[in-house]
């Protein structure tokens, strides 16, 4: 399976990109949030993109979707797990940032969800009632993020490295977000409850 492609652009179109890897021309659809990333991307020019794989029985034919993140590809992952949401429909409605579309399933605000292409009332509605406390983490990412993996140790730890290295905080920002969390919830013992911790405290 293919999780992450490195090489050159060969081809750019609306709604997807071809890759130039190891002498293999890779198809990778982008959602519209991504292909704004690359519009100083050439013919020619270095690329590299975090791959969410799909094939299925019905569809045998390779489905390859590019993200700038390791953690918006994490996203994508949770988003096409709520109902009635295939990767091909969340690739064309994500026409806004994760970081907005996070925030707007955590506050139930589904108005903005309708705003995503494809997307009516009632599968906003779906989507806040499935991810509804799980996108915290992903309500924190930043504009310009550094494409970097965390190392791993407590979790202390490897929330703070995830809030510097994939979601484009300041270490001291970071280390205090941490500490106040910490503070105001002295219990939280996984990393995803830290992660939902800063999140409260952050939009407050």
């Known amino acids: 399976m293919i999780g992450y492609i490195e090489g050159k652009v060969l ?24 292909m704004e990333t690359l519009n100083s991307k050439s013919v020619g ?56 579309i996070a925030r707007a399933i955590e506050e139930r605000d589904a108005s903005t969800l309708i705003r995503l292409k494809g997307i009516g009332n009632r599968t906003a509605q ?5 991810l509804e406390g799980k996108m915290g983490k992903f309500a924190l990412i930043r504009k310009d993020m550094p494409k970097t ?33 910490l503070k105001r919830n002295p219990l939280i013992a996984t990393p995803e409850e830290l992660f939902e911790e800063v999140y409260r405290g952050e939009k407050t």
């Open 45 to 100: 020019d270095p690329i590299s993109l975090y791959i969410f794989y799909q094939q299925t029985e019905r569809q045998p034919k390779p489905i390859l979707i590019g993200f700038n993140l390791e953690v918006e590809k994490e996203f994508f992952q949770h988003f096409v797990s709520v109902e009635d949401i295939g990767p091909l429909k969340a690739v064309k409605a994500l026409t806004i940032s994760v970081r907005e």
């Open 126 to 130: 779906k989507i806040i009632a499935t």
């Open 149 to 181: 993996s965390p190392k791993i140790e407590d979790f202390t730890k490897q929330v703070l490295d995830v809030l510097i290295t994939q979601l484009g905080h300041r270490t001291p920002d970071a280390k205090q977000m941490i500490a106040r969390a």
């Open 11 to 34: 081809k750019k179109e609306d709604d997807r990109v071809l890759v130039l890897a190891n002498q293999i021309g890779y198809e990778v659809l982008l959602p519209a949030f991504v």
